[in-house]
């Protein structure tokens, strides 16, 4: 299990700002086992399906389909026993997230803390699981690049994988035996820093044809890996970081953990990945 939930920040942000901004606030279970008065919160719910943030202001936010609007913390699912990465709040009333909170020491509120992040490239939030770590500034970390991705019982086995996000290229990773992703739409993948390098290659040689946006690209800064996405307002487009993936201690990266539907190729055999230039090898 991991030691904090993550979320994108652009996820999380709009939330904030909705409970921000509302004249009234919904009161929660959260809210009456953390025993505070009303105020503009993120509330952190645990269901079958996840773990989730949503605001707590009124009007509510919903969705085209009208469900409450929420965002989830992705993580790993052990397929055996149904395990979670994420961990589970000892209490209701640790999910109760005040947007504005004084702190002696002139700390960031989380309302401030989600903003600066915004600002700054700062893509996670990682959300400690018990309220009490927010004493020495620890309930809240704003990151580059996620943490607790991997499952640390893990057996790792060598496969190969393919995914609509790149193309359809098929590259060799080391692949969670019995684990997938928490919404069982692939698996959990780790890439040697020569498998992301032909996936980068792969992903430039799709962009001269690729409508904006349609598929990410790869740059290795240093040892990290960046993700970007195109962004196109009309007058002109530009490259945004949208991840930043640190190698692992085998020196693997965890390219689209949970965000990209890697699958196993059916047929190993008779499907080559291929480089670049779309020879097989």
């Not at 109760?96 to 989380?110: C, Q, S």
């Not at 019995?178 to 032909?198: D, K, M, N």
Request: include cysteine; aromatic fraction near 8%.
């Amino acid at each position: 299990m991991s030691g904090r939930l993550w979320f994108r920040v652009d996820d999380v942000l709009p939330l904030a700002e909705h409970a921000a901004s509302t004249g009234a606030h919904r009161r929660t279970r959260q809210q009456y086992r953390a025993g505070v008065r009303d105020q503009a919160a993120l509330i952190w719910s645990h269901d079958i399906d996840g773990d989730w943030l949503s605001s707590n202001g009124v009007p509510r936010w919903y969705d085209a389909d009208g469900a409450g609007h929420r965002v989830r913390a992705e993580t790993w699912t052990h397929t055996a026993t149904g395990v979670t990465g994420n961990p589970v709040p000892a209490d209701d009333g640790h999910g109760f997230l005040p947007l504005h909170t004084e702190h002696l020491d002139g700390r960031r509120d989380l309302l401030d803390l989600l903003r600066c992040a915004r600002r700054h490239g700062m893509h996670w939030l990682g959300l400690h699981p018990d309220p009490a770590s927010e004493t020495a500034g620890g309930r809240y970390r704003m990151s580059r690049s996620r943490g607790d991705i991997s499952p640390p019982l893990a057996t790792w086995a060598p496969a190969t994988v393919t995914c609509d996000v790149v193309g359809g290229g098929a590259y060799r990773a080391m692949v969670a035996t019995g684990y997938t992703t928490l919404s069982r739409a692939g698996v959990l993948c780790r890439f040697p820093r020569f498998a992301v390098q032909r996936m980068a290659a792969h992903l430039d040689a799709l962009h001269p044809g690729d409508m904006s946006g349609e598929h990410p690209r790869l740059r290795f800064d240093g040892d990290e890996v960046t993700v970007e996405w195109e962004d196109d307002d009309g007058l002109g487009s530009r490259w945004v970081e949208h991840d930043r993936i640190v190698p692992d201690a085998n020196r693997c990266y965890a390219i689209g953990a949970y965000q990209w539907p890697w699958i196993r190729v059916a047929s190993e055999a008779t499907t080559r990945a291929t480089d670049p230039e779309g020879r097989s090898r």
